[in-house]
């Protein structure tokens, strides 16, 4: 009979600062896998205190009570497997570790060796760089070499675990999902695939603030290529895998080793857990959209469905003067198809009453985006108003389009606590859009089929904030815009660049001084989890002030 070693892993959503919630994650995992015969329980990175920490790291009474509940946790391995968990560390020093813990104590401690300060990582400002690149421990005849995350994206961790005798490497990760992801891992893990040494990839799922996880972990006993899922992705879960001890291998399953690759799909399973898990880890009971007949506040509300289900959906229509026949039975139709509670609360005696107050101050003056204004803020009020009597959040709808060029009101569409479509452009919306109404994602809340009317996804958008008013009144056609945006804000290209691609010079010019000018409602914005190449908040960070333009 083949002897093996056999690995739980275990692919939790902690939630940042719960560290007895996270102790009792990891304790029903620890306690699975003795019921199942695992050796070894893997965790991921900093699971105690949640990842990504941010500055809650730098409180040292969050440090000490999570090293005592890893205390806690190894003092449970007497009876029951080992197990690899990821905490912060105060050791003359503050690390980012995974813990070995074997036989009722800390047998072990790797200390992270590449700290991440990119994008939307800030670790070498919080912790400090692990003072030896190569950990390994020894269960049951297999040398296990210990990785942490950014470790793997260069050779220089892997090799000198493999230089140090290990047979397998294991890689607890606090790894964040985008849709370029896989291409990323890929490439980097590929380089120091020649090794010949199996590894398991172990990561977090779920939404955290700005960020979202798939979990995704696998294993696998060379390239990326050949990788086998183990969890899936987007869901919270274990799995057992088995070690061959003497061919030094994995036992791979033939069957649910393959991975999601790319694609609407993962996208819009990315907004719906990221939304989800921002409502339920803050305790909201629900939330409530203003549903304006048109397809950004459609595909927020279908998200939110999914995510929460509809009896935890109220949407709200607050029709003005300038509202169409069109958008208000498009808005019930879509309501009706989602199931929600749907009420309209009309503006227009609110803005009757604004009309009078200003007079006075307005007298001599000509209606101009001031007046339009106080419609959008006024629905932000009511909004605030519902949110604050009944304890709803209130979820925005702005897409990324319309909040790099500031096609936005502050303190009016704006106002919220999260928004799902952050980091969608405007043509990614119609597209995510359509695929919903084709499709029905895996674990969603909400009902199948067609979700949203297809007279939303077709007829041009439009904020009716005056007579006749169209988006492309004040803005490019959206695939002009976008295209510009894309190369201005994800790639950072110069416009040169941009008009070789067939832009008009003005056109250009113009789009990149709305972006500069609207950094300072950009800071106001609510979050939203980042799912493309570069999102505005904690990824692309540019002065309020600024001057600077492309010449």
Not at 18 to 46: C, S, T, W, Y
Not at 402 to 416: K, R
Not at 429 to 451: M, Q, T
């Amino acid at each position: 009979m083949t002897k093996t070693l056999k690995i739980l892993t275990a692919q939790l959503n902690p939630i940042v600062g719960d560290i007895d919630g996270n102790l009792e994650l990891a304790r029903a995992a620890l306690k699975e896998g003795a019921e199942k015969g695992a050796d070894l329980v893997v965790f991921a990175e900093m699971l105690i205190l949640g990842y990504p920490p941010e500055d809650l790291v730098l409180k040292p009474s969050a440090v000490e009570d999570c090293m005592e509940a890893v205390r806690k946790l190894a003092s449970e391995t007497a009876e029951r497997p080992a197990c690899i968990i990821g905490s912060p560390w105060q050791d003359d020093g503050l690390f980012n570790s995974i813990i070995y813990c074997e036989g009722g104590r800390i047998s072990a401690r790797y200390d992270k060796q590449e700290l991440p300060n990119y994008g939307v990582f800030d670790e070498q400002r919080l912790f400090e760089k692990g003072r030896s690149p190569a950990c390994v421990v020894e269960l049951k005849g297999v040398k296990i070499g210990l990785a942490i995350c950014e470790d793997v994206w260069f050779e220089r961790v892997p090799k000198a675990a493999k230089e140090a005798g290990a047979d397998l490497l294991i890689v607890p990760n606090g790894s964040p999902w985008r849709r370029s992801i896989h291409a990323e891992r890929a490439e980097a893990f590929d380089r120091w695939s020649g090794l010949g040494l199996p590894y398991l990839f172990v990561n977090q799922v779920g939404g955290q603030d700005e960020l979202v996880f798939d979990g995704g972990s696998y294993a696998t006993n060379s390239t990326h290529g050949e990788r086998c899922g183990l969890i899936g992705q987007f869901e919270a879960g274990t799995e057992l895998t088995e070690f061959d001890i003497e061919a030094k291998r994995f036992i791979l399953k033939d069957r649910g080793c393959r991975l999601d690759h790319d694609g609407w799909h993962m996208e819009y399973r990315a907004a719906t857990l990221a939304l989800g898990d921002y409502v339920n880890k803050n305790r909201f009971p629900g939330v409530v959209i203003g549903l304006s007949g048109g397809i950004d506040s459609a595909l927020t509300a279908a998200i939110a469905v999914d995510a929460l289900g509809p009896e935890r959906v109220w949407c709200v229509m607050m029709p003005s003067k300038y509202t169409s026949s069109e958008s208000l039975e498009d808005a019930k139709l879509c309501a009706g198809m989602l199931g929600v509670r749907y009420d309209i609360i009309n503006i227009a005696p609110g803005v009757s009453a604004m009309d009078e107050m200003l007079g006075d101050a307005f007298a001599e003056t000509q209606p101009d985006t001031t007046e339009e204004n106080i419609q959008s803020r006024l629905r932000g009020v009511t909004l605030m108003a519902l949110s604050n009597k009944f304890g709803h959040m209130v979820v925005t709808t702005g897409n990324k389009s319309e909040m790099a060029v500031g096609y936005a009101t502050l303190y009016g569409d704006m106002c919220g606590g999260y928004n799902p479509l952050k980091d969608f452009y405007k043509t990614e919306v119609f597209a995510l859009s359509r695929w919903r109404n084709e499709h029905h994602p895996k674990g969603a809340l909400g009902p199948a089929g067609e979700v949203i009317p297809e007279r939303i996804i077709t007829k041009p958008p439009s904020a009716e904030l005056r007579a006749d008013q169209k988006d492309e009144d004040s803005l490019p056609p959206y695939d002009t815009l976008d295209d510009i945006l894309r190369g201005l804000v994800d790639n950072e290209e110069d416009i040169r660049d941009i008009m070789a691609r067939g832009h008009d010079e003005a056109t250009v010019k113009r789009i990149e001084h709305l972006l500069y000018l609207a950094e300072y409602k950009r800071r106001q914005a609510p979050p939203g989890a980042k799912v493309g190449g570069k999102n505005f908040g904690r990824d692309r960070r540019y002065p309020i002030t600024n001057r600077f333009r492309d010449d």
